[in-house]
């Protein structure tokens, strides 16, 4: 199993970029693959490549760090390295897997490598399982209680709620303690897609599709404007919409 994670350092001050790759040298476990020193040079870069791991500042001068991240088409997984605090709760509410405020140390570092590190063995463990199992057509989730049995054609359409997921299905709703990233490993990728940080949908499902509305079993699900045109291209090149 691939244990090295790949990352990139996305920050538009040269000496942040310095002092955080001489302390990642001491993390053996991740390679430094390239430093960008803005938003666009690290969304060009991974039109093309696919680093495990990002540390990413938030104030730069071409785009928020957190408005780059919901242009990802692709996105792996994210630490943020920001001096300011107030960004902690959208940072939790994007799935960030964690967030550094500067100036940080080494002990405080390591311990977010860690945790980026347990979300990429574990994201690792679930592809595996979905390639032995792609004929599989459930999974069980944990709800408060119990283990429940999951049917893929079952689910409408998955909403995130700060620390829970709402699943809405055909027979009823599920409230779930896990974060879309975890979830999203174990569907098929051919059947759900995210369309806004808050909605993940079952394509199938959709009834109509309008302006920048999804409409399923009377409910509306908003397209955010960095989902859009993605989700869009990817229907039309999977032949969905004309």
Request: glycine letters at 2%; proline letters at 3%.
């Amino acid at each position: 199993m691939k244990e090295i994670m790949k990352c990139i350092i996305v920050d538009d001050e040269p000496l942040a970029i310095k002092k955080l790759e001489r302390l990642l040298k001491k993390v053996l476990f991740i390679k430094v693959e390239k430093t960008l020193n803005g938003s666009v040079a690290a969304l060009k870069y991974m039109q093309t490549e696919e680093p495990d791991l990002v540390f990413m500042d938030v104030m730069m001068e071409d785009i928020n760090g957190l408005t780059a991240i919901e242009m990802m088409k692709s996105r792996p997984i994210i630490i943020l390295t920001t001096a300011y605090e107030n960004y902690a709760l959208k940072a939790y509410e994007m799935d960030i897997c964690d967030y550094l405020l500067k100036p940080f140390d080494f002990n405080r570092l390591y311990k977010a490598c860690l945790k980026a590190h347990d979300c990429f063995l574990n994201k690792n463990n679930n592809n595996n399982a979905s390639a032995d199992s792609d004929n599989r057509d459930f999974i069980f989730i944990k709800t408060a209680y119990k283990h429940q049995k999951l049917c893929f054609s079952d689910i409408l359409y998955i909403q995130g709620m700060r620390d829970y997921l709402r699943i809405f299905t055909t027979t009823g709703n599920l409230m779930v303690l896990q974060s879309f990233q975890e979830l999203e490993a174990n569907l098929p990728k051919d059947m759900f897609y995210r369309v806004h940080k808050s909605f993940l949908v079952s394509i199938p499902k959709i009834e109509s599709i309008e302006k920048k509305r999804i409409y399923i079993k009377n409910e509306i699900i908003p397209i955010s404007d960095s989902y859009f045109d993605d989700f869009m291209i990817y229907l039309k090149n999977k032949q969905i919409i004309k």
